[in-house]
């Protein structure tokens, strides 16, 4: 991914795609959390998006703010450069979840790994303290429902944590 000044904004590109600025996307937050991950979110200039039910039946991609065509290409790019690589599953599907998944979630979107991690140490070293289901906008998961990226994250989270 590169990155590259506009204004002030910054932007970074899937392939040439340009991506929304950097932003975190907030599920399952009620008033009073939410207002503090917006608080927290400020220390890496990241805009807090809450997410809507109706939003959980949309493309994350769409959600940041991608439109379908973007969507599209950076899918296509994806599959041509990926055509012969094998994904590394996790053994998961035993897992049973109770939908819809109402534990909390936050999608970072735009983030370098420094911020990342800035964020996260922030969160934890607040009254936030944790945030169980946590998730990057990749390539990859940018045309999955929201709805459908909870229940991943939450058989990912539950699978960690039977295995501690």
């Known amino acids: 991914m590169l990155l590259r000044r506009c204004g002030k904004l910054q932007r970074l590109f899937f392939g040439g795609i340009d991506m929304v600025k950097k932003s975190v996307l907030a599920i399952n937050f009620n008033e009073e ?3 503090q991950l917006k608080r927290l979110s400020l220390l890496v200039k990241a805009q807090v998006k809450a997410v809507t039910e109706l939003d959980k039946e949309e493309p994350l991609g769409k959600v940041v703010g991608f439109t379908e ?12 450069n990926n055509e012969n690589q094998t994904t590394d599953n996790m053994d998961n599907e035993d897992i049973i979840i109770e939908e819809p998944v109402t534990k909390e979630a936050i999608v970072l979107c735009g983030f370098e790994n420094k911020d990342v991690h800035t964020l996260l140490d922030a969160i934890r070293g607040s009254s ?9 906008l990749t390539s990859y998961n940018i045309t999955w429902k929201i709805s459908d990226m909870l229940i991943e994250l939450a058989k990912e989270y539950e699978y960690f944590r039977q295995r501690k």
């Open 33 to 35: 959390r939410l207002k």
């Open 128 to 136: 936030l303290k944790s945030i169980p289901l946590k998730a990057m």
């Open 69 to 80: 065509q973007e969507i599209k290409a950076i899918t296509e790019q994806i599959a041509a």
